[in-house]
């Protein structure tokens, strides 16, 4: 299927109702991301009292279903088990999102934090980490320790677990591996967020301002090239759909700027242990979408429990995907009648590309960003926020050059592409 906007469902998130609150409870981080926006160390832990100032500005502007734990590294701030109670305590989903390098070999703290309240995790393992013993590795070696902490949240049960893995030129050969890994474990991987890498290019002809001041732009994401930040999520989308036929899109966001710019590509496999049949349409994902709305008031994106009953193929009346999809189970069943009694589960796909500068000098950010997050008592875009840190506003990139040519004046205006009458 051509990867058009028609074939999928535009999610209705906005600024005030969005199911996702990203909280930042640290900028400290126990390694290093190559790609990672957020200086290390700059202010360091947050207290547990501006902590719930923030969740509470997030619930009550944002309507959030969830609230993604966030850093630097979540899980090295002394009251992430507080943090987690108190967001479970408002009736919110505590999701934490990160390295993981403090669950090794530590079962415990899983069980403490599902104790807590925490629905889930998303791991953040790739070969541009500087992850302690880990360091060298590739894509492919590190599955070894993305099937460790898939098969240690299974085991304690109940949980959401996704993997995250930042995409460039380098590795997006290595995308078809990391589904293929997925799939095979659908039981126990609820899905894979992969994330196009992106810089703030200093060879462009820009200058970078800030409350009306020049500023030599010293954020994470600085970077000298723009050689690997030209990936898109439609480049993403094509690698993977070169591999499994059964995977496709169901849901989009578009730019702030561009009409034709997809930032988010989100899909929901279909399948059991060992074979995968298809993916959910559109019309599922809006009806996900809205009878959660009307039945809990909010928006939603995440579930601790990825299993769903075959009478889930009745949906295939109107979804065009799942009619697909039941279509390829029945032919399963019919090689493998054994295929009839395996569970079904979804496995989502979630593609980020983030924002591009342009040639005018506007960001084209998300729409509707569900990453947003408070600084200084307001809502910025998580990904731009130390831009906030150092510089107290958004940094605006100009064009050094004007552009040639004199100044239009308003009656030589073309009106509805007729040029003016002569006077």
Same mark, same amino acid.
């Given at each position: 299927?051509?990867?058009?906007?028609?074939?999928?469902?535009?999610?209705?998130?906005?600024?005030?109702?969005?199911?996702?609150?990203?909280?930042?409870?640290?900028?400290?981080?126990?390694?290093?991301?190559?790609?990672?926006?957020?200086?290390?160390?700059?202010?360091?832990?947050?207290?547990?009292?501006?902590?719930?100032?923030?969740?509470?500005?997030?619930?009550?502007?944002r309507n959030c279903d969830n609230i993604s734990i966030a850093g630097g590294e979540p899980l090295i701030h002394?009251?992430?088990?507080?943090?987690?109670?108190?967001?479970?305590?408002?009736?919110?989903?505590?999701?934490?999102?990160?390295?993981?390098?403090?669950?090794?070999?530590?079962?415990?703290?899983?069980?403490?934090?599902?104790?807590?309240?925490?629905?889930?995790?998303?791991?953040?393992?790739?070969?541009?980490?500087?992850?302690?013993?880990?360091?060298?590795?590739?894509?492919?070696?590190?599955?070894e320790l993305r099937q460790y902490y898939a098969d240690m949240v299974h085991d304690v049960g109940g949980l959401?677990?996704?993997?995250?893995?930042?995409?460039?030129?380098?590795?997006? /050969?290595?995308?078809?591996?990391?589904? +293929?890994?997925? *799939? @095979?474990?659908?039981?126990?991987?609820?899905? &894979?967020? $992969?994330?196009?890498?992106?810089?703030?290019?200093?060879?462009?002809?820009?200058?970078?301002?800030?409350?009306?001041?020049?500023?030599?732009?010293?954020?994470?994401?600085?970077?000298?090239?723009?050689?690997?930040?030209?990936?898109?999520?439609?480049?993403?989308?094509?690698?993977?759909?070169?591999?499994?036929?059964?995977?496709?899109?169901?849901?989009?966001?578009?730019?702030?700027?561009?009409?034709?710019?997809?930032?988010?590509?989100?899909?929901?496999q279909l399948g059991a242990k060992g074979k995968m049949y298809g993916s959910a349409g559109k019309k599922v994902?809006?009806?996900?979408?809205?009878?959660?709305?009307?039945? /809990?008031?909010?928006?939603?994106?995440? +579930?601790?429990? *990825? @299993?769903?009953?075959?009478?889930?193929?009745? &949906?295939? $009346?109107?979804?065009?995907?799942?009619?697909?999809?039941?279509?390829?189970?029945?032919?399963?069943?019919?090689?493998?009648?054994?295929?009839?009694?395996?569970?079904?589960?979804?496995?989502?796909?979630?593609?980020?590309?983030?924002?591009?500068?342009?040639?005018?000098?506007?960001?084209?950010?998300?729409?509707?960003?569900?990453?947003?997050?408070?600084?200084?008592?307001?809502?910025?875009?998580?990904?731009?926020?130390?831009?906030?840190?150092?510089?107290?506003?958004?940094?605006?990139?100009?064009?050094?050059?004007?552009?040639?040519?004199?100044?239009?004046?308003?009656?030589?205006?073309?009106?509805?592409?007729?040029?003016?009458?002569?006077?």
């Open positions: 299927m051509e990867l058009l906007k028609s074939n999928m469902y535009r999610f209705p998130w906005s600024g005030n109702d969005n199911p996702i609150g990203w909280l930042e409870v640290t900028d400290k981080c126990n390694t290093y991301c190559r790609g990672c926006y957020r200086i290390n160390g700059m202010q360091g832990h947050k207290s547990l009292e501006q902590i719930k100032e923030e969740i509470n500005l997030l619930k009550k502007w002394p009251n992430i088990l507080e943090i987690v109670a108190h967001i479970r305590s408002l009736k919110m989903k505590p999701l934490i999102l990160t390295n993981a390098i403090k669950l090794y070999d530590n079962r415990q703290l899983v069980v403490d934090l599902k104790k807590a309240g925490a629905v889930g995790f998303t791991f953040h393992i790739d070969s541009e980490q500087q992850r302690p013993h880990w360091k060298g590795k590739t894509e492919q070696d590190l599955f959401f677990a996704s993997f995250g893995m930042t995409v460039y030129p380098g590795n997006l /050969h290595m995308v078809p591996e990391m589904v +293929s890994w997925a *799939n @095979k474990n659908i039981d126990r991987v609820h899905g &894979l967020v $992969l994330i196009g890498f992106r810089n703030a290019v200093m060879e462009g002809d820009f200058d970078y301002y800030a409350n009306g001041q020049k500023v030599d732009l010293r954020t994470s994401y600085v970077a000298d090239s723009d050689a690997e930040s030209y990936l898109t999520s439609a480049d993403i989308y094509a690698k993977i759909k070169e591999y499994f036929p059964h995977y496709e899109t169901s849901a989009y966001m578009g730019g702030s700027q561009v009409h034709d710019k997809l930032t988010w590509l989100v899909s929901a994902m809006e009806l996900f979408q809205t009878i959660h709305h009307l039945q /809990h008031g909010t928006y939603v994106i995440y +579930s601790p429990s *990825n @299993k769903i009953p075959k009478i889930a193929f009745a &949906l295939g $009346l109107f979804d065009k995907g799942v009619r697909q999809t039941h279509a390829q189970f029945w032919k399963e069943v019919l090689r493998n009648p054994m295929r009839l009694f395996q569970p079904m589960y979804v496995q989502s796909i979630g593609i980020i590309q983030g924002p591009d500068l342009l040639e005018d000098g506007r960001v084209d950010m998300c729409e509707s960003c569900p990453d947003m997050t408070v600084w200084d008592g307001k809502l910025v875009h998580s990904c731009r926020m130390d831009e906030w840190r150092l510089y107290g506003s958004y940094v605006q990139p100009q064009p050094r050059e004007a552009a040639e040519g004199a100044l239009i004046e308003a009656a030589a205006i073309p009106v509805n592409g007729r040029e003016p009458s002569p006077n």
